[in-house]
Structures are given as C-alpha cells and as structure tokens.
C-alpha cells in the first residue's frame, strides 16, 4: 500500500509499505478515504517533537472504510464508512470513563503525559497514522464512529479533528454571555475556534495573526475581528486598548510551539531548542486576559517546559484550562451542529491532494502557499 | 486509594467543605470518583510484544495497547534506549531523544543507499510546489547559496596558493 513516509525534518514522501495487520483482538483495518494535513502534524515536520522517527507515518485526521476487524470489535463491522477520532482510547481505563478520552492510559507506553494519537510520534504510542491507503486503528468499539449517510466526507473529515479541537477551545474558555473572546492563531483551529466562540453567547471576537490572507478568511468564515500583530507595537497593550483597558474575558492560544512575534522567544524555542517551541502565543494570552479571566490552551508544545509569565497567573488570578480535544465526547453534538447547517466544517478546505503528491502538499502547507488553509489527501483507493 | 491505617475522616472538619460544583474539569470531565481506584479498572487484553517496544519508566507495564511503527534501531536506538532510563521530567529523556532525531534522519539516507535507492532530498522537500507558488524566493535562496559558495571556495582556494 502506498503511504506517507517521514525521512526526517521538512523531508517526506510517498512509497509502497507493508499492509497494515490486525495486532490486537480490538482493532481494526480501515481504508482511508480522505486525510489531512493538521498544523500540528508541522510540528513534527519541523522536527519539533522528540521520538519522531524516520519511517513513521504521520496523519490523525482521517475517515475511511472499515475493511477488516479483530474478533472482540463488535461496534462496527466491515464496510462501515467512519470518522476516527485523532486519540485512540479505550473506554476503559478511568480517564476514559470519565470523559477524558484524550488522556487514555491504555494507549501510550511511551509517555504518561499524553495518550495515544494515530500517526504522531513515538512520544505519542509509535502508532503509525492515517496519511496512507490502509491503517490500524486500535479500540475499535471505542473510537470509530459510522459517518451519517447524509454527511459530506469533508464535512466528517474534519470532525476527526480541527472541529472538536475549535470547539473544546471554546468551550474550555467558560465563556459567558456577553464576553469577549481573544483568539491568537488564524489556522483551521483558530478559526475554528473563532467560529466556536458565538456558540457560547461570546459578544465580541477577536482573532490575531500574522497572515493577512488567513485574518481576511478568518474574517468572513468566523465573522469576527481580525488583526495583524505584526502591524502594532505591541499586541498586549492593542489588545487591552481595545478592550477599554480591561483585558479580554477569555484568550485562546491556538498556535502552539512554532510562534512567531517575539524574538526571545523564537531564539529559545524554535532556533535553539532551549525551551520545548516558542511560547509567545501563551505568553500574550496571560498578559492579555483580564484579571480572573480564562485562558484556554490548545496549541500544541513539546513536552520539557516553556518560559510562560506563570507569576502573572498568580497575580491575575487566572484559570488556566487545557486538553487534547475529547472528541468521541464531543462527536454528537458536533454532528448535530454540522447536519443542522450552523458549522460548516468543509469551508476550510483550500487544497485536496494526491496522496502521492505529500510533499509539495506539506510544503504547501508549512511554507503557507498558495493561500492555504487546510489540506485534504485523497488516496487513490478511496472508492 | 484511602491512606492505610489512618482513619482521616475523623479530623474535625473533614469533608465539610465539600462543594461538588467547584470542579473546574466540568465539562471535559464526568467527574465519578474513579481516579481514587488509580490503576484499578478492566484491562483490555495486551497486545503481545512482537518488536522493541521503549516503555516511560512512569508506568508499571506496557500500555495495553501501543504502536509497532520504527522501532529503535542502530546509533539512534542507543541513544533512545538510554533517553528512556530516564523519567519524562528529566532533559536526560528529552534532549537525548531530539539528538537521537537528527541522527536518525542520517542514518535514513544511509538506509536509503543500502537499499539501492537514491533519496530524492529536493522533492522530499517539496521543491517543485516553492517552483510553482514561490518561484522569487527559491531563485534568491539558490542565488544567496551560490555566491556565498563561491566566496567560500575562492578564500580556501586562494589560502592553499
């Protein structure tokens, strides 16, 4: 089968690898449909992520067809069209029964601080991911959910993914009516996030970049506020001016390791990998928020540490709120917002690829060409 | 989990406070009580071993289920095997791990030759979508390499004279 192959930093291609087998009573076999390239999949592109080896295959965004099962996975059963969600839980353990999918202890040897997801290092399970014709998918009566005969398979796509992270970003702010919402980071997330936001009686958003091209499509697609740090002096004291020198009521870091706007920051984390990424996102989120305000983290860091104002969550008193999206939780609201026209996941779609063309599609992406967005793989045995 | 030999509901005031409502998880997390039975839940069965499988040592046993993908191999494997003596609150996990990385991705190409194969390092790198989209600024990256690959060979070459 053919799949994407990682060779090492902004280094991939495609190539012909071995099938993927059944390994535990609980898995599955699924034939991808269509796949995408998620910004945090950048991360390990960029080489960001320890115990990404060469030789993995990367991808947790993904839908496809059930083509084979253990003998213990009685939820779904062969010919099955479903969306898989990126975290592989076994809705077992006491995290998972709980709610908290994203944090399985059953799916990851390799690190406690996170669970297993499909294709994102061996700090993440070693599991190869999605970005390939066929893939396992472990805890098959967990994760694996049959795609609505109604839904468009970008639609569901997405759902994997981009949504329910936008979404739990949201919804981690606690956000109340009225409030005003701050969103750093135009990518899907971000903007997904954006969107999110009116869901939960936000009375004013505001998302803050450095693309012009991604703050206009933020602009029409989450219908919020967009602008450019790399046009103010200084993004905190813009934000609290605007915000009648009070500070947001909810910032939301939806950017993660690979920030850009602070050279300190960018030196420590992305040059010298002194720190695990650039923090600079969080940094103005905490700076930016009001006092006993909220900020919500969904952008991805490495595992080590970050030099974050921690003292000014102290003195601030804020909550400080996180977590890899639970989406098998989230999954039936979602499906409902999606199928009653009030979300419409697929409007971030700018490319759709080869699967054979993953490299220029990951340069594409990484190197923001071409006005992208979102990238969707299709491999060619999707029908 | 409840503290052995050591009956704390009778500290006066215990659990008076209690206020179900202060659980700033809500909703990520159905709140059940569980966490207080730790490691105690069904396991699902274990998937068997069949490749080196590097365990955090924050764990008691394998995962009951885990990825096979790339297991450790060569001078990187060394260095991995080391990384994971160590816990994941220590830079003797993380930083070995990031060089074990870089060593890898040579030993890649390495691979890649024994194997008969000529890695194809511009299209890997997606060179012909930054010919398509980015064209000005591959031609200045090429050019910027060129002179300063030039200068370079002329200083060495002039010093050897």
Known sequence: MLAMNYRGPYRVRTEQRPMPEILHPEDAIVRVTRTCICGSDLHLYHGMVPDTRVGSTFGHEFIGIIEEIGPLVTNVKIGDQVLVPFNIACGRCNFCKQGLYGNCHESNPMATAVGGIFGYSHTAGGFNGGQAEYVRVPYANTGPTVIPPDMDPDDAVLLTDVVPTGYQAAEMGGIKEGDTVVVFGAGPIGIMAARCAWFFGAARVIIIDHIDYRLEFARNYAKCEAYNFKSMEDPVVFLKKITDWYGADVCIDCVGCEAEGNALQTFTGKITLMQAGAATALQWAINSVKKGGIVSVVGVYGPPFNYVPIGNVLNKGITLRANQASVKRLLPKLIEHVQAGRLDPKGLITHKVPLEEISDAYHIFSAKLDECIKVVLIPSTKS | ?161
């Open chain 2, 1 to 161: 989990m409840e503290t052995k030999n050591f009956d704390y509901k009778n500290i006066p005031g215990w659990g008076m406070d209690i206020d179900e409502r202060n659980e700033p998880t809500y909703p990520m997390k159905n709140y059940t009580g569980d966490d207080h039975k730790r490691l105690d839940y069904e396991k699902p069965p274990q998937q068997p071993a069949d490749v080196e499988i590097l365990k955090s040592n924050e764990r008691p046993a394998l995962s009951a289920v885990f990825g096979n993908a790339s297991p450790p191999s060569g001078l990187s494997g060394m260095i991995r095997r080391y990384a994971f003596k160590h816990s994941e609150d220590r830079y003797r996990h993380w930083i070995p791990l990031i060089l074990a990385d870089r060593i890898n991705a040579w030993e890649g190409i390495l691979d890649d030759f024994k194997s008969g194969t000529m890695p194809n390092i511009p299209a890997e790198r997606g060179w012909k979508s930054e010919l398509k989209y980015n064209r000005a600024a591959l031609t200045k990256k090429i050019l910027v390499t060129g002179v300063i690959s030039l200068v370079l060979l002329s200083y060495l070459t002039r010093k050897k004279r």
